[in-house]
């Protein structure tokens, strides 16, 4: 074994290194200052003590400075005792692919090199998290105790390697740690064959369900040919920009219909495929589209826990269901008719993770295009696909179909939200500020509120609390307002206005959410006097 020379280097604390709701999100700019990462990194290494020998797993979307995190971070690996690390191939890895991954080797945790949704590109934003042993993202706790410990760091250790070869498979040692470059698709394929009638699905294909699969450019690509393509059988041409790029090729790989308006017009064109999905950055997000029918991501997990007995990995007695607060609430229609429990969370998956490991919930979901189940510790692209394509091949019905058929059986739930970006943080702030004190007051002196308060959740599991996790507002007619601030931007801040409201009647299921919401919207608007903190009159995107 040749020798390996460990430095120790001096540094200063940065005081912008506190996680947001998934991670240390920057400009590349930011990351690529002199120590930037590596500070965040030791504060990683010393605030989860590991101790010698522990394995971790390593990897990324793929974005640029993807490869040169990967290489920082090894040498600090090696450098800080690390026994082992499982590396993605090219440096690649999704984020469900990380937390599978995690568990099945039963490393001691995992950083994931990812900014998600978030553009890409020198110009574009990178990001870092870490995973716990249980392959979910670290709780508040940890990132809080990791930021504090940033703020005082004065060194970090690193050791001089050579750059890695990502592209070669297999195992190698430097200096006492050894290295380990996996395939970032083959472990995740097999859960997947786990959980879904393959056979079934296969079928479908084979007799001619179409399906047209969007990587934009992200790290889903190889999975995705991988598994619809060589696994299922459906034809290459079902699979679209599959090459992870640095810089997305431009796009945007953020899985919405305003992102993605290229899928929805595809699948409003005559001749539209039966089954059209994307992927976001990382993977771990999903957008579901049929012929002539969006399916908003509230309604993708209502559907979901309705239909579990259709895929093999959820026909066991499902222990309840979880979504973030500002998620839309027709989920609760379908586990109140199951009379199984509901769970809501703050926004997050670091929230959800408790209640999957205790075994409380099967299947949960954010209204931000993430659904996941306790498959995994992070919300899953790919599999919220194949669950589609499973309930679409068992009931051999269209998507249009599944979702008509669901909204007739449990009502629907209308949903919509509304950002309004706002380049100055404190008018954001104070926003929020002022409305918090308001609130207080506003259903004592307005006839159609029910009550307002600030979310506050205390984790079943732990006992933990977390203050301070959006502004809810609840109508007499049962509708609701949420507010709440990004926690995931890069500059400037983001409001986030949610609307929900729940209809039972059928004559009025047909609405359009933004005809059926335009008044609760008005009132969100004059609520919190956004023109006047913001100076805008609409919001800057709403899905
Ligand atoms: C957003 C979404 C949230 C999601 C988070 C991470 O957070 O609203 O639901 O969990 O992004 O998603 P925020 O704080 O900007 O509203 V992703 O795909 O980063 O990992
Ligand atoms: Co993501």
Redesign the pocket.
């Known amino acids: 074994m040749t020798e390996i020379s460990v430095r120790e280097v001096q540094c200063t604390p940065f005081n912008d290194q506190r996680p ?3 991670g240390l999100r920057k400009k590349v700019t930011v990351f690529q200052q002199p120590n930037y990462l590596e500070n965040f990194v030791q504060s990683i290494f010393d605030t989860l003590d590991l101790g010698n020998d522990a394995t971790l797993v390593l990897g990324g979307d793929g974005r640029f400075f993807n490869r040169e995190a990967i290489n920082i971070i090894t040498a600090m690996a090696v450098a800080n005792n690390i026994g082992r690390l499982v590396i993605g191939q090219d440096g690649l890895l999704s ?1 469900p692919a990380v937390s599978n991954l995690i568990r099945t080797r039963k490393t001691n945790g995992g950083i994931l090199l ?1 900014a ?2 978030n553009p890409g590109g020198p110009d574009g934003d990178f990001g870092i998290k870490f995973n716990t042993a249980s392959g979910g993202q670290a709780p508040e706790q940890l990132t809080d105790a990791v930021y504090e410990h940033s703020q005082s760091i004065s060194s970090y250790r690193i050791a001089d390697i050579n750059p890695l070869d990502l592209g070669t498979l297999g195992t190698y040692s430097i200096g006492t740690m050894e290295v380990e470059i996996v395939d970032p698709v083959s472990d995740y394929a097999v859960l997947m064959e786990e959980l879904f009638d393959f056979e079934l699905i296969r079928g479908a294909f084979k007799s001619g369900t179409r399906l047209h699969f969007d990587a934009l450019n992200a790290v889903t690509g190889p999975y995705a040919e991988k598994i619809f393509c060589d696994l299922l059988g459906a034809s290459k041409d079902s699979v679209h920009n599959t090459q992870p790029l640095e810089n997305f090729g431009g796009l945007h790989p953020d899985p919405n219909p305003v992102d993605a308006a290229h899928l929805v017009k595809l699948a409003f064109a005559d001749n539209a495929p039966d089954l059209l999905a994307a992927s ?1 950055g ?1 993977g ?2 999903n957008m579901i589209l049929g012929r002539g029918m969006i399916v908003s991501p509230g309604d993708s997990l209502a559907i979901m826990l309705a239909n579990t007995q259709l895929a093999p990995g959820y026909r066991e007695a499902i222990p309840g269901v979880a979504r ?1 607060m500002p998620t839309s609430r027709a989920v609760d229609m379908v586990a109140a008719e199951l009379n199984i429990p509901l769970y809501e969370t703050p ?3 670091r929230f959800f993770c408790n209640l999957l490991e205790s075994g409380s919930i099967a299947l949960c979901g ?3 295009f ?1 659904t996941g189940s306790a498959h995994t510790r992070e ?1 899953d692209g790919l599999w919220a696909i194949l669950y589609w394509l499973n309930m679409m091949a068992s009931l051999n019905q269209s998507v249009d179909e599944i979702v008509q058929r669901h909204w007739r059986r449990f009502g629907r739930c209308f949903f919509q939200r509304r950002d309004y970006f706002i380049p100055d943080t404190d008018k954001a702030n104070a926003l929020i500020q002022d409305l918090t004190t308001s609130i207080r007051d506003l259903a004592a002196i307005t006839t159609n509120i029910e009550t307002a308060d600030v979310f506050s959740y205390t984790d079943p599991v732990d006992g933990s609390v977390s203050n301070n996790q959006g502004i809810r507002i609840f109508l007499t007619d049962g509708s609701r307002i949420v507010y ?1 601030l ?4 890069t500059s400037g801040a ?1 409001l ?1 206005v949610y609307l929900d409201k729940q209809e039972r009647d059928s004559t009025r299921i047909q609405q359009t959410p933004a005809y059926a919401l335009d008044e609760l919207g008005l009132l969100a608007t004059d609520i919190a006097r956004i023109k006047h903190y913001t100076g805008l009159d609409a919001p800057t995107f709403s899905i």
């Open positions: 947001g709701t998934a984020t990812t998600s949704h976001d990382d771990d997000r973030s926004t997050g998956w954010e209204e931000s993430g919300k709440r990004s926690g995931t931007g983001t986030r």
